[in-house]
């Protein structure tokens, strides 16, 4: 099996949040190859002034109390945004799965955020939001976000033993973020701001 590389960012200060945010990990997802932006680290576009990266960890401020971030480049840069960085064990981009399996070592609070580095307006109440849905469903795993009818599965909170199952569901071949979350028994929440779920991956620089 190959080995997953942590990094810790030095100097940070420890989280402040709130016990409920205590109880709540962050995981920010930027480990992705980037073929819809040139193959850039679309973590690092800019976008009204400001890396991608940036925004979404502001957002997530008071909603968890640890941050990680998924990367697979420019850790040095990530980790400045981060409690820690973690590289995926599998080798070849294989996808926000990979991430997430990656991550699931350094994860010790009941429940995991995943959010994406492309989506800089997320909800600042996403986290409560998902985590009352899993409270209201003892029999889910995992809870994602809904607006609009269309389902965005990797805004999504997670009960953190169901991690230990990812592993043979990517052995086995699996990839696709909707088919483990079907087989966890996943919820969905519905949100109304559809500018919230903003995905930027064009790769035209800072834009609306």
Known sequence: ????????????????????????????LAGGAGQRVGNRDKGLLSWRGA???????????????????????NAGVYAGY???????CRPGFQ???AGIESAAGLVSSPMLLVVPCDTPLLPIDLGRRLVAALQASPRADIAHARCGGRNH?????????????????MD???R????????????CVDFNDPVAFLNINTGTGDQP
């Open 95 to 97: 996808g926000p799965l």
């Open 1 to 28: 099996m190959v080995d997953c590389n942590y990094s810790t960012a030095a100097g940070r200060e420890e989280p402040l949040g709130e016990k409920k945010a205590q109880s709540l990990t962050g995981l920010i």
């Open 176 to 187: 696709a973020v909707r088919d483990w979350f079907a087989a966890r028994q996943a919820v």
């Open 51 to 73: 890396p991608l990266i940036e925004h979404v960890r502001e957002r997530l401020n008071g909603q968890v109390g640890t941050v990680l971030i998924s990367c697979n480049r």
């Open 153 to 169: 599965y990797l805004c999504a909170a997670l009960r953190t033993e169901c991690l230990t199952r990812l592993g043979e569901f």
């Open 172 to 174: 086995g071949g699996g």
């Open 82 to 88: 981060a409690d820690q960085v973690v590289s995926d």
